[in-house]
């Protein structure tokens, strides 16, 4: 094996090396690392969207891994609105007196408190003095009778001055169309005190001194407006709470905020109000630090209370536990219970005795749903289960202020490391360093979270060490493969191998720049898209997955050509000849990849159809048009010193794009210019189309289209349809419009009508021209109206 030892030897790679001077006389690798550290060590310091999301992504990783273990009888129990519920009771939301049936359910079976993670914000339809109002063909004293019965609202909010009970509330950003009654906007968050524990400091709110509520105030989630109960409902209320929760920059809920201004007033979440209720409790008590809010204690008469620790914007890390299995007559589960239930009597006192009910649904339909660490669907009432269930356990998750001042020390620590250790000590030792110490790191970071509840990130320190070892380490070598592998990738889909190779083996001819030159272009567009993508709307991926195997043979056709693939705009190929390198005759390998092109697009649309009629599922055929032109352009790399590609520019470009939108406009697949049919038409079957001025020019161009190669070009039919089609536009040119229209029906006859769409449109044309004849100097110029 020595053979191999002198090979890495040469590479440099497995042995120390030596240092070329002083450390303070840095190389040029090491300063190109010491600025990927002091970068990586801002961009921490910064904290932007990317390195959050990287971090909660770790949080959820762990979380997963070990999720909180919870008591084996839970404090909580959802009194879920399920799919069973639905069926038995009919569809949410239930007439108030069914909701009344619940909470007196859950007050005879000896419940703590009951909790509404919904809110009753319009009156019950269903009311008798509303049914009055639908009813037809009633009697008159029935009707009456109706109108002296109590509404739905008042029989619920006289069930629940019987049973301690806790409205949901929302805030919304919308502006409130109605004043929300009093009541609605009392609050049980009483007091705001400054947290002795810490150094004592002065609240400042804009540059000024502030009480600890004010300042409390600039750190929690601000609503405009309060989506409340009706007053009946609120006035009846044990407790009033918000119940919507916030989620991560990344649509995932972690964070529950405790606290909320909602309409100028500090209202607590669901979960603290229904447990400071549950408790007779008097108020909640927030203490502020000079980070923000440090802590939330709940009061609870003969008791110290529960302290509940915040991050400075007064948020609870949710601690979860695994995903409970919803009621079943085959898993009881550990909160789940469904609402119908409890409400016919179905469930063992013992089950529910002493619990907290939190009303809520896992019936899909109802849109509940949230994406947590532990469950990407999770239903948003667990989670208010989950908080309470961390308060009561008192197991809370933190990440505090300082852990990110650990993070950027851990990251700057370990690159200085890099620094000094790569150079002198070889990739293979400095690797092995890399991978003790982030064991090391994740180690303690782990037993951090598992044993104290306290989440560390390993993963940016790590992810920013592995970045600068990386760039040490190899610097010089992937520098040379990243020139190679860029103008591969840049290339490969739009030139031949052989070139592509060598612009690889000479990346410095990829200079901004261009040349002018004689080119030929080629647009090509699929027609119809917009009803094909209709068939796809409710499967976005199988449009990319067709339009791919589309542009793929479409490639094919024009690489094999010689052709240049410039861009991709959609459903639209952009292509051009002659450039980089030269191609004798553009015009007519152009011509020829419109034909390939086409045969290409045949064979797709059978297999399409035969796949079609064997999945019994609606099938368009795909239809292309096509523009070519040739003409002096603009050729060369352009853009910036950061990004460019090789490209065309130039007058001859648009007009080349603009035949391909009047392709349509004349009834024909291809429309090619002046001089691409000059250098062409020796070998293909071409005829002329019109005089036209495009839009965007003033001037005309003769137009002509592309109908087949060599073998139609010399057969007899071609040459009749020819001679009458001359013969045609001739009679239209000169104004003869009765001797137009008459060979315009012997060209449409010829070869099975291979030219009948566009007789067609000409004879709509003449029409009109009969109605309104163009001047007599008329040079037969028709000027477009569209692209």
């Not at 497995?14 to 190109?32: F, N, Y």
Request: aromatic share 8%.
């Amino acid at each position: 094996m020595g053979w191999l030892g002198g090979l890495l030897g040469k590479l440099g790679i497995g042995k120390p090396k030596k240092s070329k001077g002083p450390w303070w006389k840095p190389s040029i690798v090491t300063l190109l690392g010491f600025s990927i550290l002091s970068a990586t060590v801002a961009l921490r310091a910064a904290d932007p969207a990317i390195v959050e999301i990287l971090r909660l992504k770790t949080f959820d990783l762990y979380n997963q891994i070990s999720p909180r273990v919870p008591e084996e009888r839970s404090p909580v129990v959802i009194v879920d609105i399920d799919e069973k519920s639905l069926a038995e009771l009919g569809q949410w939301p239930w007439p108030r007196t069914v909701v009344a049936d619940l909470i007196a359910a859950t007050r005879d079976y000896g419940m703590a408190v009951v909790g509404f993670d919904a809110v009753f914000a319009e009156p019950d339809r269903t009311s008798p003095s509303s049914l009055v109002n639908t009813i037809r063909g009633a009697d008159e004293q029935t009707l009456e009778t109706l109108k002296t019965l109590p509404s739905n609202e008042d029989v619920m909010a006289s069930v629940m001055r019987t049973m301690r009970t806790v409205v949901g509330q929302a805030g919304a950003r919308s502006v409130s169309i109605d004043d929300p009654p009093q009541v609605a906007l009392t609050s049980s968050v009483k007091a705001f005190l400054n947290d002795k524990t810490v150094q004592a400091f002065t609240p400042l709110v804009d540059g000024r001194p502030a009480s600890p509520e004010e300042f409390a105030r600039t750190f929690f989630p601000n609503f405009p407006t309060l989506v409340h109960n009706v007053p009946q409902l609120e006035e009846a209320a044990s407790g009033r709470a918000v119940f919507s929760v916030e989620e991560e920059i990344d649509g995932v809920v972690r964070r529950v905020p405790v606290l909320k201004i909602v309409q100028g007033e500090v209202k607590p979440t669901l979960s603290l109000e229904m447990l400071r209720v549950a408790f007779g409790g008097n108020s909640i008590l927030v203490r502020v630090n000079p980070g923000g809010v440090s802590d939330v204690i709940l009061q609870v008469p003969g008791t110290p209370g529960y302290q509940i620790p915040t991050d400075g914007k007064g948020q609870v890390w949710v601690y979860f536990a695994a995903e409970d299995q919803f009621n079943t007559p085959e898993n009881t589960g550990r909160l789940y219970v469904s609402a119908s239930d409890i409400i016919n009597r179905r469930v063992p006192v013992e089950r529910l005795q002493g619990r907290v009910a939190l009303v809520g649904t896992s019936a899909v339909g109802l849109l509940d749903i949230r994406a947590t660490p532990i469950s990407p669907r999770l239903p948003g009432v667990e989670v208010h289960a989950n908080l309470i269930e961390n308060v009561m356990q008192r197991k809370f998750l933190k990440h505090p202020v300082e852990m990110s001042s650990y993070e950027i020390i851990m990251t700057l620590v370990a690159g200085l490391v890099l620094l000094i250790a790569v150079p002198r000590l070889g990739p293979f030792v400095s690797l092995a360093f890399v991978v003790a110490g982030g064991a090391g790191v994740i180690g303690f970071s782990w037993y951090q979270f598992t044993d104290h509840l306290t989440f560390l990130d390993p993963a940016y320190p790590g992810a920013a060490t592995l970045l600068l070892y990386s760039v040490l380490a190899f610097s010089n070598y992937a520098r040379d493969a990243a020139e190679k592998r860029q103008v591969r990738g840049a290339f490969a889909q739009y030139l031949s191998p052989d070139l592509v190779e060598q612009l690889a083996e000479n990346p410095d001819q990829l200079t901004l720049g261009g040349e002018t030159k004689t080119m030929t272009m080629l647009f090509c567009d699929v027609r119809g898209f917009t009803s094909i993508s209709e068939l796809y709307k409710e499967d976005p991926q199988g449009l990319t997955v067709l339009i791919n195997r589309l542009l793929t043979p479409l490639t094919d056709a024009i690489l094999k050509k010689g052709g240049t693939i410039d861009k991709y705009m959609g459903d639209c190929i952009m292509a051009f000849w002659n450039a980089p390198l030269d191609v004798p005759e553009q015009e007519k390998d152009s011509c020829a990849s419109a034909l390939d092109m086409y045969d290409a697009l045949d064979a797709l649309n059978a297999l399409r159809e035969q796949e079609a009629r064997e999945s019994g599922m609606k099938y368009l055929p795909l239809n292309i048009g096509i523009g070519i032109n040739t003409g002096d352009v603009v050729v060369g790399n352009m853009g910036s010193e950061q990004r460019f590609d090789y490209s065309v520019l130039g007058d001859a470009v648009n007009l080349a794009a603009r035949l391909e939108g009047q392709s349509k406009g004349y009834g024909v697949k291809t429309v090619i210019g002046d001089a691409t049919n000059d250098a062409a038409k020796g070998d293909f079957a071409t005829l002329e189309l019109d005089l036209i001025a495009v839009k965007g020019k003033s001037e005309a161009v003769r137009i002509f289209t592309l109908l087949g190669r060599k073998d139609m070009l010399d057969s007899p039919d071609f040459a009749a349809l020819r001679r009458d089609h001359e013969a045609f536009l001739g009679a239209y040119r000169s104004q003869d419009w009765e001797g137009a229209n008459a060979l315009a029906d012997s060209g449409s006859a010829h070869m099975d009508g291979l030219m009948k769409e566009f007789y067609d449109i000409y004879r709509i044309r003449i029409a009109e021209f009969q109605e309104n004849p163009p001047p007599v100097d008329w040079d037969g110029v028709y000027v477009a109206t569209t692209k």
